[in-house]
């Protein structure tokens, strides 16, 4: 099956710094990499997505990069601010038996300093 | 729209009880989805489904079990719960496998 791996898991910046989360995945047909964000104590959310046939994806402060070939797909913020503090998670979703199957990274908490 | 609910969102279970975590969306989506989350941990899938009447294991789906008998409600239950249950579940749906997941807020469960 799929196996998403997705690093750093804790990752500290100072406010107005970049922040770069990265993820790597084994399975070639999937297709599909979106992003979610999660604060504390609340539901998952989407906040960025990108498709196989695109190799970058930009909105506002926020963009996603793929690359196939090394089948690996990377989050960056750039002028964080300490809203952005929250836990990001990446996904790979791939078709398995006719169906889309979706598996989600281990997550990277971001802390922002002011 | 009412997007994706659960109920209940905390519930406190005894070492052997059973219950049935409710999901229900209004968005007529396709796919619908259990995921538990540990504290500090990511998602692990539970189960999933692709319409109606068609459900699928997913990575850690021991000591559960679902339903899907309309395209708005997917039901997880909990049969003879254990404290490794503990957690916190959460119910998403979407329209293909290849669009947004909508989370629903989540219930928390305690097994003691």
């Known amino acids: 099956g799929e196996n998403v791996e997705q690093h750093p898991s804790t990752l500290s910046v100072q406010e107005g710094d970049s922040a770069v989360i990265k993820c790597t995945y084994s399975?070639?047909?999937?297709?599909?990499f979106p992003w979610y964000k999660q604060e504390l104590g609340k539901r998952p959310q989407l906040i960025i997505d990108?498709?196989?046939?695109?190799g970058e994806k930009k909105d506002q402060r926020i963009a996603v990069t793929l690359n196939k070939t090394a089948k690996h797909f990377s989050l960056h913020i750039t002028e964080t601010q300490p809203e952005d503090s929250a836990v990001y998670f990446c996904?790979?979703?791939?078709?398995?038996?006719?169906?889309?199957?979706?598996?989600f990274g281990t997550g990277t908490k971001l802390q922002v300093i002011p | 729209n009412a997007g994706v609910t659960q109920t209940p969102k905390f519930r406190i279970l005894k070492i052997g009880q059973s219950m049935t975590l409710q999901c229900t969306q209004d968005?007529?989506?396709?796919?619908m989805y259990w995921y538990r989350q540990d504290p500090g941990m990511g998602l692990k899938l539970i189960y999933y489904?692709?319409?109606?009447?068609?459900?699928d294991k997913g990575e850690v789906p021991n000591g559960y079990n679902v339903s899907r008998s309309t395209t708005e409600d997917f039901p997880l239950r909990l049969e003879l719960a254990a404290p490794s249950q503990t957690s916190v579940y959460f119910c998403?749906?979407?329209?293909?496998?290849?669009?947004?997941?909508?989370f629903g807020p989540g219930t928390r469960l305690t097994v003691t």
């Open positions: 998403a749906s979407s329209y293909l496998g290849t669009n947004e997941q909508y």
């Open positions: 399975d070639s047909a999937s297709n599909y």
């Open positions: 990108i498709r196989s046939n695109v």
């Open positions: 996904a790979a979703s791939r078709a398995a038996g006719g169906y889309q199957k979706v598996t």
């Open positions: 968005m007529n989506h396709n796919y």
């Open positions: 489904s692709v319409g109606a009447g068609i459900t």
